[in-house]
């Protein structure tokens, strides 16, 4: 009677895991199901943009959607929106559309060009841009064109402490500009590190990691950066220090550096580096974690205000391990995101008082969104990763693309769709919603232009 007893529940709990695990099963796949169906959307609208890019800019550097004409950052072209673009077009598996946007750069695109261009965005969208969709096709004209732009970006290591000047002339090398920040000293060592992995050319690993070396060695006593140094003489003009723009990325770079390569004293710097950022600019309001602006020399808070471009930390928390405090500053990322369905780009999240009203199509919040999927598979970041998709289609779709917000409050629009929206936004709501083996995460680092580079030995 015992063991008939035994033999009734232990078929009882067969059924019913077999109920929790079909219906765990089930849910998945329903999950599974919708998160194709946005990916799908995702992809039509970004055809939607590029289509229109198509039609009223092409072979120019940008689309400005409202008034439908082109737009050339040095005032004649360097295809960046095709660059910036490629494997974006790639990995959407656009092949008509990727196969005439690589005809038209390896046809057309020139780097002999006698104007000054700024090192830090051509690097990234460039440079990046070039690599990345080099090791998707293997299209050698493709490496040819990054090693010949890498080549004429050189000079800008020419200064006294060997931190890069802001410009450089693409034809006679001539460099301008002392006055920069961390992010253009740092953030190089992605995209020069895999061009001379590639090309074997040690010139231009040894030129971007001095850079980022003497920046880090010009950290404070307490171990935060500025937001303003002198190329020339290496000292600081400003000792505001935070995680937005203008130093952002040098912390990105120094983890990625050491993901992509290997390399031990980009370990060392970043281990050396995130405490300060999380002992000093981490503040607690309302229960909630935001970052804010210090002193570097004492440490002391000194404005709270966050943004656009401060949201892209939960993914290097998240990327290095620090869940916990990623998914806190996430929620703070999506608070900001809800007070008016879209972002401002710069709050004070003390008073939740807009700062700066405007909305140039960021990719920050989403590309965090899509790193916590990644490691955690919380479903709760797809369904707001659709939320910010949906915002984001409402208030910005126009009939020429995607364009900017002049004023979140108002919906007012801005003549302007960036490269980085084709190259990033997309990109990262594409992935965070596409089937895994879209791309093998584990395989790339991206850099912070949303370029996916490959491991290389």
């Known amino acids: 009677m015992l063991m008939a007893c035994t033999s009734l529940k232990l078929a009882g709990w067969v059924i019913a895991a077999a109920i929790v695990f079909g219906s765990v099963g089930c849910n998945r796949s329903r999950e599974d199901a919708h998160a194709r169906e946005v990916a799908t959307r ?8 590029w289509t229109n ?3 009223y800019a092409w072979g120019h550097d940008a689309l400005k959607p409202l008034s439908k004409t082109p737009q050339d950052w040095y005032g004649q072209s360097l295809l960046m929106t095709p660059v910036d673009a490629l494997d974006t077009l790639i990995l959407m598996k656009l092949d008509k559309e990727a196969a005439k946007a690589k005809e038209l750069i390896v046809k057309n695109l020139s780097f002999d060009r006698d104007v000054y261009v700024k090192n830090f965005e051509i690097t990234i969208r460039l440079l990046g841009g070039l690599l990345s969709s080099y090791q998707l ?3 050698k004209q493709l490496l040819d064109l990054a090693d010949d732009l890498g080549n004429r970006l050189l000079a800008v290591f020419n200064s006294p402490t060997a931190l890069p000047y802001v410009y450089v002339n693409l034809k006679t090398g001539q460099v301008r500009d002392a ?25 231009y690993y040894e030129k971007a990691k001095r850079a980022l070396v003497e920046t880090f060695k010009r950290r404070s006593s307490i171990g935060l950066v500025g937001s303003t140094i002198n190329v020339e003489t290496g000292g600081w003009m400003d000792a505001d220090s935070h995680i937005s ?5 040098y912390y990105e770079y120094l983890w990625k550096c050491w993901l992509l390569f290997g390399d031990k004293d980009c370990q060392k710097m970043w281990h050396a580096s995130i405490p300060a950022v999380n002992k000093y600019l981490a503040d607690e309001v309302r229960g909630e974690l935001w970052y804010g602006h210090a002193d570097m020399n004492t440490g002391r808070l000194t404005a709270s205000q966050y943004g656009a471009l401060d949201a892209f930390f939960p993914a290097v928390l998240t990327h ?4 916990a405090r990623a998914r806190r500053l996430q929620d703070s990322s999506f608070k900001m995101w809800n007070m008016h369905g879209i972002e401002p780009e ?31 598979h919380d479903p709760r970041y797809r369904k707001t990763g659709e939320k910010i998709f949906e915002d984001f289609v409402k208030y910005c779709r126009v009939d020429a693309g995607y364009t900017a917000l002049q004023d979140v409050v108002t919906k007012a629009k801005r003549d302007e769709m960036e490269s980085f929206v084709l190259a990033e ?5 594409y992935l965070l919603f596409a089937p895994p083996d879209t791309l093998d995460f584990d395989k790339v680092v991206f850099n912070t232009e949303a370029h996916p580079l490959r491991r290389t030995d």
């Open 42 to 49: 995702v992809r039509t609208e970004f055809l939607h943009a």
């Open 245 to 249: 723009g203008g130093i952002d990325s």
């Open 179 to 203: 006055k920069t920040n961390p992010a253009e000293t740092g953030t190089l060592l992605l995209e020069f590190g895999t061009l001379s992995k590639l090309t074997g050319k040690p010139i």
């Open 137 to 139: 096709t293997n299209d």
């Open 53 to 55: 890019y198509e039609k």
């Open 425 to 429: 936004t997309f990109k990262y709501l």
């Open 346 to 376: 710069i709050i004070d999240y003390k008073t939740m008082q807009i700062v700066y009203n405007g909305y140039h199509l960021r990719p920050e919040i989403v590309e965090s969104t899509y790193y916590l999927h990644h490691f955690t």
């Open 320 to 323: 290095s391990g620090d869940v």
